[in-house]
């Protein structure tokens, strides 16, 4: 911000702002920085009017201290601390939410102790939520009152539930650990872990303590190398033993660790899938009730008499010095002092989670006392198998042959350096993949009902309606209605219960009327839980496979010079297209005359090609693939989906149509459906690839699995990879084996690639993520940039292009012809603002979903009229307006209010248009997205929402999204599209 404000100054002295502020940080070797400002400007400007107004006095006397991160450190934190406890606010209840705050208040609730004083079953049905989390808030504001009016401290043990509370702890070990780590996100690129504290008894029985230090980038890899080395020494003498910590951050970090540095990957799978890590947190928030306000460790100290060491107050002011230490690089400046008062710290968590198990091992022996059976957790899953095992270790051999003369320092690697260290650690990105994905369904298995309900990839308060059929051996399929709620789960998906029991297969579900049907198993017919959430393990043997002949070779021969494997091999370099010496631009040429021509000379190595909203890519790709098959070339398609790959299929064979030329093409899938016009259902493998080689198709389609195959390698001369920007660059890298030439289409400002493990820096990007390096466009030299947008009117295209696009990006001429006039208030063109206010919302808002009700109402019951780019008039209509919104469960607030309006997620829009769109923002400010603000604030989503509109883009958001608190200048980065889009819309009140 600061060199944002000197970029403005010097703008008023020269007339011109500058286009780029630098950064010269110590931790980059005094490299400079680059930061556009055009990136953080808006965000600076907001920032600077908030200031302004938060000086007025109307602004002092209408904002209430509700508690934030910030009050650990604010020196008015004792003022509002006494502020919220006179008015006894609801906030000082444990664990309750801003949304429920704002339902209680809506029915006149508005104190902690009103609170525990309304009788339950609650009174009134929640308009947000399931009414079983409303009960217990309830019942957590009845302890605290009742343990405030006793003046002491109260708890009580929470029912007795298999796979949950006290039936997560497992029995007490001599090899057990009580882990804590200090981090910080803020230091350098990334954050670092700079702190590892464990304890545990050594072999006399003595109690020990490590307190291992990390500055740096290196230092953080020994240190995450020497704990796991540690636990793995330690499990081979113990096999009994666990590891203790609270809340999840220790086992996050693991991972994280992991991925980064690619890391004891078998070891970091072994201790989580053993379920050897214990969140202490997650035992004591479903085995107890006690009168806290907070969950936190610290608050629960009282009930086990624990004393710190270090007063609290002492340990924050070290934790503040020690940081910006870090945070500046200037370890040298770090006291002993300060890193003593830490170290001290993060033992006494260590001890404090050790004698919290202990607590909790005394509750336990004392309910069973009273007849209760309460069961130790089951162990845990094996290691790998030896074909995983076999697997590991041939990537571990490639890896060290592939990185053994790279340098460490990435400023000292050569492109080929570089190349062959992605390449390298790219080996078993699938692995890293898997290995999430089976690590959320053992987070996923451990949670509650209630828990579940706040999970994208989970279904809460089922209740069971009907049984729609039953198969010939009974198996039946069931419907059950749901709570409102944000919810990722689709049709096909494979369903678990609580606990992880495989429950069914979804063959429908409707956000409209919240219901679900589920085809059952045979184990699961009887079964009716109240919470389940989605689990898929999609296979990627092959691709694993395929990278893993592409590492032998370049490991071999190198990863220049030409050669078999010459798509990857150019993608991992970054090189040009091979041209044969023609130009990759030439004068006068129209974009798709530029395709063509580059299409038909194209000699080997890879073809980018970006394509910004509305310009054309797959219309441009299609005209491709039509020229290369008229010149007799064998043409295969992928992406991440079927539907995407018969999409650009489909396109083919129209264009092929209208210029009389017949193409025969076929697409690979797991299962027999109709053939369409001219395209063949294959469903063998080996047939496919017969098919393709032998002519009898010209045009074939398949996923990453199918062309990974090693006999589908070289099977067509050139291979164009749909929506590239969603496809990793370990895919691209294992499909480029099917021909010479790559061809990516697709567009990394839009919606990215889904990534669920962490990977080291430059592994885990997209294919086209990778060629653009970090800038939004792509080099002249590198590929096509497609400039020219059809859809957009010219007004909504100066957002886009100077926000994502780096003003590269503009409008068709007659794009300008594309209006709207009305005699309401949404006449025109261009970006329009309506303001709601609201709190609390997280993942819906019914003030927005009314706001966006009286819009439509306006849009169709005005005389609206629409005009088109070749100027044709008519009167607006329903299908002219598309809805979109972050979270399906706002989705559902608007289809319950407009049932016929074309609503859906982000997601679901990519590649649509229409005259009109409206983004429901939903969530009341960044505080309260439930994703974090990498996703509500992605400027990726932003770009696609906004750029579906063909004339007019309206964004239906609280002000409080416009006031978010950045701590990097990614977050500032986030901000700041939001922000211009305010600057540049018009604001409409309601």
């Known amino acids: 911000m600061q060199l944002c404000l000197y970029a403005e100054l010097l703008a008023a002295m020269q007339g011109t702002l500058p286009t780029y502020v630098y950064v010269v940080a110590p931790w980059s070797d005094f490299v400079p920085q680059r930061f ?134 497992p029995a007490p070990s001599p090899g057990d650990v009580f882990f804590d780590i200090e981090g910080d996100p803020f230091i350098g690129e990334g954050g670092l872990e700079y702190l590892f504290g464990y304890r545990y008894l050594d072999d006399r029985g003595v109690d020990c303590l490590e307190s291992r230090w990390a500055f740096d980038r290196p230092a953080e890899k020994v240190l995450f190398e020497t704990f796991m080395d540690f636990v793995t020494a330690r499990r081979a003498r113990f096999p009994d033993m666990h590891i203790y910590h609270y809340a999840p951050y220790e086992p996050a970090a693991l991972k994280r660790l992991m991925g980064r540095y690619a890391s004891r990957q078998t ?150 350096h570089q190349a062959r260290w992605i390449l390298a650690y790219s080996l078993d990105w699938h692995r890293r993949e898997d290995k999430a994905v089976w690590w959320e369904y053992f987070r996923l298995a451990e949670l509650t009902s209630d828990e579940l309900l706040d999970e994208k990839s989970g279904l809460s308060d089922l209740q069971f309606v009907e049984t729609i059929e039953r198969s010939a051996r009974g198996i039946p399929t069931d419907r059950y209605r749901f709570a409102p709620q944000d919810t990722e789960i689709r049709a096909g998906d494979d369903l678990r219960a609580e606990g992880g029991e495989n429950f069914g297969q979804v063959l429908a579900i409707s956000q409209d009327n919240r219901t679900i049907n589920v085809k059952k198993n045979g184990k699961s017919s009887d079964l009716h839980p109240q919470g389940v959430f989605e689990h898929t393990h999609i296979p990627s043997k092959e691709q694993q496979a395929s990278l893993l002949r592409l590492g032998t070779y370049v490991a071999e021969h190198g990863v220049a010079g030409e050669g078999p494997y010459q798509a990857a091999r150019d993608l991992l370099l970054r090189y040009p297209p091979r041209l044969g010496g023609i130009p990759l631009h030439k004068g006068g040429e129209t974009t798709l005359e530029n395709a063509l021509r580059i299409a038909s000379a194209l000699e080997g190595g890879v073809l980018p090609i970006q394509g910004p909203p509305g310009t054309g890519k797959s219309f441009t790709g299609a005209h491709m693939i039509c020229r290369l098959l008229a010149e007799g070339k064998r043409v295969g398609i992928t992406a991440n989906s079927h539907k995407v790959i018969r999409n650009l299929i489909d396109k083919v064979v129209e264009e092929g149509r209208k210029a009389g030329q017949v193409i025969r093409a076929g697409q690979k899938l797991s299962s027999k459906e109709e053939d369409g016009e001219h395209v ?63 061809v990516m289409l697709g567009d990394p400002q839009q919606l990215d690639q889904p990534t669920q493990g962490s990977h080291p820096d430059g592994v885990g990007v997209s294919a086209l993520d990778h060629i653009l390096n970090g800038k939004q466009t792509i080099a002249p030299d590198q590929g096509l940039f497609l400039e020219q947008t059809w859809r957009l009117h010219p007004s909504i295209t100066a957002f886009n292009s100077e926000l994502f696009y780096e003003s590269k990006l503009a409008s068709q001429p007659n794009c300008s012809r594309q209006s709207t006039t009305s005699i309401g208030p949404f006449s025109g063109t261009g970006l329009r603002y309506v303001p709601v206010l609201h709190s609390g919302n997280q993942s819906s808002s019914i003030e927005e979903a009314e706001a966006v009700t009286w819009i439509v109402d306006q849009l169709l019951n005005s005389q609206t009229q629409w005009t088109d780019r070749e100027g044709v008039v008519r009167q607006l209509t329903m299908k002219d307006i598309t809805i979109i919104a972050p979270y399906n469960a706002q989705v559902f607030e608007i289809q319950q209010r407009i049932p016929d309006a074309h609503v859906g997620t982000v997601d679901k829009f990519q590649g649509q248009e229409a005259p009109i769109a409206i983004y429901s923002m939903a969530t009341s400010s960044y505080a309260d997205a439930p994703r974090g603000m990498e996703f509500l604030y992605s400027s990726n989503r932003l770009n696609v929402a906004i750029s579906r509109a063909k004339c007019m883009a309206i964004l239906v958001a609280s002000p409080q999204l416009f006031e978010a608190e950045c701590k990097t200048p990614r977050q500032m980065q986030l901000a700041n599209a939001f922000c211009r889009y305010l600057e540049m819309s018009e604001t409409i009140a309601l």
């Open 680 to 742: 063949r259902v294959i469903t063998d493998n080996t047939k496919a690839i017969t098919a393709i080689t032998s002519g009898d198709v010209q045009l074939l389609g398949g996923t990453a699995f199918f062309w990974a195959r090693e006999d589908a390698a070289e099977a067509v001369d050139v291979l164009f990879v749909d929506e590239a920007a969603q496809m990793s660059l370990a895919n691209v890298l294992a499909v480029s084996q099917a021909a010479q030439q790559l």
């Open 36 to 169: 556009r400002v055009a990136d953080y400007a808006a965000f600076l400007r907001k920032a600077r009017r908030s200031a302004e107004e938060a000086t007025s006095s109307r602004y002092l006397i209408t904002t209430y201290p509700d508690p934030k991160d910030h009050c650990d450190v604010c020196r008015w934190e004792a003022q509002c601390d006494i502020r919220r406890r006179a008015d006894d606010h609801l906030c000082l209840v444990a664990n309750i939410s801003k949304t429920q705050i704002t339902e209680f208040q809506a029915n006149g609730i508005m104190t902690a102790k009103a609170l525990a004083e309304i009788p339950l079953p609650l009174p009134w049905k929640p308009q947000r939520g399931a009414p079983a989390s409303y009960a217990k808030a309830r019942k957590q504001a009845r302890i605290q009152v009742e343990a405030r009016q006793a003046g002491g401290l109260l708890y009580e043990v929470l029912g007795i539930k298999s796979g949950s509370g006290l039936c997560l702890l």
């Open 267 to 416: 070891e970091v799978d072994s201790l989580l899938r053993g379920k050897t890590m214990v969140d202490l947190y997650g035992v004591v928030r479903n085995a107890l009730r006690a009168s806290v306000e907070s969950y936190s460790i610290k608050k629960l100290e009282p009930f086990y008499m624990f004393e710190r060491s270090v007063p609290l107050k002492e340990a924050n002011i070290a934790l503040a010095s020690l940081q910006a230490g870090l945070e500046l690089d200037d370890a040298p400046s770090i006291s002993e002092d300060a890193k003593a008062t830490v170290a001290a710290y993060n033992d006494d968590d260590c001890r404090s989670t050790e004698a919290l198990r202990d607590w909790l091992e005394t509750i336990r022996v004392n309910e069973i006392a009273k007849g209760l059976a309460i069961d130790r957790p089951p162990q845990g899953q094996e290691g790998p198998t030896d074909e995983i095992a076999e697997h590991e270790t041939r990537v571990t051999e490639l890896i060290n042959q592939l990185t053994r003369d790279v340098p460490i320092d990435l400023k000292e690697r050569t492109s080929e």
